[in-house]
């Protein structure tokens, strides 16, 4: 799926993400910061439980992550609400701007924190935290509560704000940009989540239209993703060679239908086992995963 329909042509006119911010926060009050948070949480508990997924912690085991479980992953979601519920109540007083973006920053790495604390210091949601939380405030900014587009770019353009209060941190992920060129969490929310709502969504409504369950659905989504993102988590395992045995392994399933045909699972079983002995572990599409069903919740499908 080419990302050029990410994004419908009219919400990518210059100045209408400022114009919509700049109405929301007269017309919409943000009434919602408790469901929105809900929500957040409720994404990240659905993203670890769906089983199977390739290389990632589900419910048959740690896939490559030898230093997390699944009980891990779901303490650590449900220590974010007060961090999440925090940005909603915050946000839903602001627009996009310099200090808002500084506030949130703030409080997200006060999430960071209690996700360290309940982990023993393993990070298990840190992309999650930045990107639920963007959208998160996107949401309650939105002058359209729901609409996953709005939200999306409302949250691109607080992401687009420098954080001046972060101190230099060496990440994974901030080596693998710097080597291979990708754009990385960072490029994704300033980009207002393409892969989210222009292959996530799309795909997991199309799914569950062909009859899928609702976990065929999911996993047909981080395929999708997984086709298209360049995943900082899989550049730094393994460079260049695994992020192209992913994503080609990945667009080969969604090229014959995706994984409810037969060939589609034949190919998944492939890919899982390719990817098991790799070590291989797509982080990021993960995390776009949480985000594709937290607005998917937030729209009301779900």
């Not at 980009?191 to 659905?217: C, N, T, W, Y």
């Not at 992020?243 to 990945?250: D, E, N, P, R, Y």
């Not at 797509?282 to 937030?298: E, H, K, N, R, Y």
């Amino acid at each position: 799926m080419s990302l050029r329909h990410a994004i419908p042509p009219v919400l990518r006119k210059a100045g209408l993400v400022r114009m919509i911010a700049e109405r929301s926060v007269e017309s919409n009050p943000a009434p919602y910061p408790l469901k929105v948070a809900r929500l957040a949480v409720d994404a990240l508990v659905r993203e670890a439980l769906l089983t199977p997924k390739p290389g990632l912690v589900d419910r048959r085991s740690s896939g490559t992550h030898t230093d997390m479980n699944l009980d891990m992953m779901l303490r650590s979601a449900r220590s974010l609400f007060p961090c999440f519920l925090e940005i909603a109540k915050a946000a839903s007083h602001m627009r996009p701007s310099q200090a808002a973006r500084e506030q949130l920053a703030v409080i997200g790495r006060r999430g960071e924190t209690a996700m360290f604390s309940v982990t023993g210091g393993i990070n298990t949601h840190k992309g999650a935290i930045w990107a639920l939380g963007l959208l998160a405030a996107g949401a309650v900014m939105a002058s359209e509560p729901g609409n996953p587009y709005e939200t999306a770019l409302l949250a691109g353009e607080i992401a687009g704000f420098a954080d001046r209060g972060m101190l230099p941190v060496e990440t994974n992920g901030a080596r693998a940009k710097r080597r291979f060129g990708a754009k990385g969490a960072r490029g994704q929310a300033e980009m207002g989540f393409p892969h989210v709502v222009g292959i996530g969504l799309p795909v997991l409504h199309a799914s569950r239209l062909k009859g899928a369950s609702e976990d065929q659905a999911q996993l047909d989504a981080l395929l999708a993703i997984m086709a298209e993102l360049d995943d900082t988590c899989l550049l730094h395992r393994g460079g260049e060679a695994m992020l192209h045995m992913v994503k080609s392994g990945a667009k080969d399933i969604c090229l014959v239908g995706g994984i409810t045909t037969h060939e589609g699972q034949r190919k998944y079983e492939r890919l899982e086992a390719r990817m098991l002995q790799a070590n291989a572990s797509p982080g990021g599409s993960a995390d776009l995963l949480a985000a594709t069903i937290f607005l998917d919740s937030l729209a009301g499908n779900t």
